[in-house]
């Protein structure tokens, strides 16, 4: 079934609730009943453009209402919505659309698109002007839902995955339900809750933890455009659910401001998307009187496991496998370990994706013959069922929240003059957890203007390194492969100072 007639039929009873609430002055809330009429004018459009179910719509906007509108107009006119984010470089830009073929890309700005790439493009700029809004304007709206089967793919989402490029996680209908309406009972939604919304709407924590619980329930969205300490903080009070990744939680630890008072009328605070350091969980309750709930997802699974609302929530770990979906803790061949030691975390259930788009090999590797997925990521289970994650056995960074490959910056980092080889690590920054660094071997000193310079168009700018060291050589273990983590531990407090 179309996820979207489960939306509409959501949409319909709520009616005047407010849908998207706006904090900008002179800018109106969106009830979920404009939201139906808005959302059957862009199918209408995408239709005009000649987009038909199982196409892609790449998408590289902004945070704002419309985005929300062209993501659940993709969903019911059965096209498979294509997100991707707003730092990405023209260069960048090329490989998705080299990659996902789309039949219609809308992009924030003309500047984004690749001279080169034969693509149809609408506009829709940071203001909300464009040429989108005026087709979507001049469209018939679409009044049929377009019928689609749980296996159809709803949703491609882009991720780092285990190794290789950027590669995209197909989203099915059902992934997207099933998943949603666990979280909605897990998390216990409420009729009355508000979610105050500060995420980008490129990933699945933003775009489909965080808006599936309010749409399945028809409940209010403060939908703000960015993450603003000052704005969060005065907001608090008429909402009661916030999900971020860890650095909003330190962000608004640093304020003085931030105390039980500005949280009571919160009833829940959620944490995923990276580790959430025990002190910040230990500081937060201490301040708050509150603990934080941390889950754990992947673009690929969904979310997977959360701490419980009922019971204890604890420092560390992120809980247990979500309802309907089994997690296991394996070594390499995919035999369970003994509980309490670490291994490799797989997962199955209705939330794993479809595969890899156009990756069919690279898919099977990453499952086991009895429908397991392998995350990458490393960790323990205990006797009840509590999964801690210790680690990664994939070579990537999370930064604030956002995946760097190492790979995809160490290739541009080697095309500079001099630049022998690199190695880009992840190490602990007290701001965004862990902040990228590049180890260069270098014929002469190359400093980080340099690097930046050379990066400046071509990478996305979270991507690149906050510190750059010169070495000799690179360590490495007998079989010649960088020992990457030894340079982590080398350089573990090279961006302690940042922030
Ligand atoms: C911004 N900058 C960053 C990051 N964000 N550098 C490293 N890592 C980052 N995450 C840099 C900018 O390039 C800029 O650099 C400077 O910081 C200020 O940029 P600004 O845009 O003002 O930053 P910000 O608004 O303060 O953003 C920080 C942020 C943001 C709010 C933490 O990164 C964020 O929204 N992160 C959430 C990501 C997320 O939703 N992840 C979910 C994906 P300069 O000044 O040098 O130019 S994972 C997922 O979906 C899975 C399924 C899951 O489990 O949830
Ligand atoms: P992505 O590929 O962008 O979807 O990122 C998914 C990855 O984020 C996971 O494989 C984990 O490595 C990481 N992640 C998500 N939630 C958590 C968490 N609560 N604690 C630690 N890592 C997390």
Redesign the pocket.
Known sequence: MNLYEHFEAVFRAAGPVPALMSVSEGEADVRYADLLVAVDKAAGALAVAGVAAGDRVLVQVDKMPAAVVLYLACLKTGAIYTPINT?YTAPEVAYFLDDAEPGLFVAGSIDRVPADRAVRVETLTPSGGGSWPRRVADAQPLAETAARADDDIAALVYTSGTTGRSKGAMLTHANLRTNAETLCAYWGWRDDDVLLHA??IF????LF?ALHCAFLKGTPVLFLP??DVDTIIRELGRCTVLMG?P??YTRLLARADFDAEACRNMRLFIS??APLNEQTFGTFETRTGMRILER????ET??NTSNPLDGERVAGTVGFSLPGIETRIADDAGMPVPTGKVGGIEVRGPNVFKGYWRMPDKTAEEFRDDGYFITGDLGTMDDAGRVAIVGRSKDLVI?????VYPKEVEALLDDIPGVVESAVIGVPHPD?GE??VAVLVSAEAVTLAQVDRHLAGRLA??KQPKQVVCVDELPRNAMGKVQKATLRETYRALLSDSG
């Open positions: 730092a995420l980008p990933h699945v924590h933003g933890v960015t993450f990744v650095t909003f995923g998307s754990y997802g992947m673009s969904l979310m930064s604030g929240g956002y995946n965004f902040g990228v700018r979270y």
